[in-house]
């Protein structure tokens, strides 16, 4: 277990009126603890009691990094396929005295298997969300989480630079993640952090657009948005392109929202609300008349998950704070004629902000 991560968490259960937390596979359970779990259809629960050790219920056959997690051994509630998981939830509700608890849950993550199994064997457990401690928790990260997203970035910015000079007219958009992909691979990254978008000509309108078999053409803008996991961390950046000469007014669009990400990465500074780092970015492009064609959030925060606390958006009046990390990626989108988005990663640092992607924002051409 992260003691100092451990520490932080207990206070946050503590200051949300919590007795405990039980987390579930996923970024959560990762982050407090080190153990690498997955979803499926064996159950774990990991117990953070406000005043106790924690506890855990786990496959026998994933037992092992429980101990090695420095879980106490009565306090780990092992099952095999044999004997199943019911015997295991009945005796660690029982153990940790689980009936009348006010136990916080992970509302985006928890099964109704886990939920329900918890209450059939809790008599009287009370179910709240703790997404607002969880949160709190995560957004700050630390030397070594910053270290990793780097790294992220640098192969994921890499591998782009190489297979630019290889985007041709002809090329589907299929083909073109599928050569982004193997070069993320092929450069060092643990994983794709999310299948490539690749969406060109009127595809580009949709922001969250599917690679097709649409070839790429002259005078299309073609976005790539694309990312890698490196020590369990993600990269996010996306980049537009033009596909030979390009009309007037998809160069100016272009121009706009690149105008649009560099106000909003300059108004990055503590204290400053995730509001109104969208507003700097939205009035740029109202401004230039296009306020009706950005219609998603300026940014989301980047840590374990792609997408995740703070996020740039018109509801978000919390301030950002050191140490948080986040995507500017203002967009703007003309249905059936094509679409413009640069998303850049951004640290929020003591004193302003530090953009930590590179890759040039100037319109580059291919094919």
Known sequence: MNSERLQRLTQQIAAHGLDGLALVPGPNLFYVSGIHTHMS?????????????????????????????????????????AEGYHGAFQQACAHLEL????????ALHMRVLEMQLLQRYAPGLQIAHAEPALSALRSVKDAAEIAAMEKAIAIAEKSLGRIVPRI???????QIAAMLTQEL???????????????????????HAVPT???????????????????????????????????DELRRIYEVVK?????????????????????????VIEDAGYGEYFFHRTGHGLGLE???????????????????????EPGIYLTGHG???????VLATADGSRTMTSYSRELITVG
């Open 41 to 81: 259809e064996r159950p774990v629960v990991l117990f953070l009691p406000a005043d106790d050790d924690p506890a855990i219920i786990i496959p026998t056959l994933e037992a092992m990094k429980a101990q090695d997690a420095g879980i106490p051994a009565e306090r780990i509630f092992d099952w095999n396929d």
């Open 306 to 328: 792609v997408h995740e606390t703070p996020d740039m958006s018109q509801v978000n009046d919390a301030s950002i704070a050191p140490g948080n990390v986040f995507t500017i």
């Open 185 to 207: 691979l092929a450069s060092g990254a643990d994983s794709i952090a999310f299948g490539p978008i690749v969406s060109s000509g009127p595809n580009s309108a949709s922001p």
């Open 99 to 106: 009936a009348d608890y006010m136990l916080g849950v992970e």
């Open 168 to 174: 041709k007219v002809g090329l589907s958009e299929r």
């Open 259 to 283: 105008m649009a990400n560099e106000e909003a990465r300059k108004a990055v500074r503590p204290g400053v609300s995730g509001q109104e780092i969208d507003r700097v970015a939205r009035e």
């Open 213 to 247: 078999n649409r070839t790429i053409r002259p005078g299309d803008l073609l976005v790539i948005d694309w990312g890698v996991y490196v020590d369990d961390y993600p990269s996010d950046i996306t980049r537009t392109f033009a596909v030979g000469p390009i009309d």
């Open 339 to 345: 679409g413009v988005r640069i998303e850049d990663n």
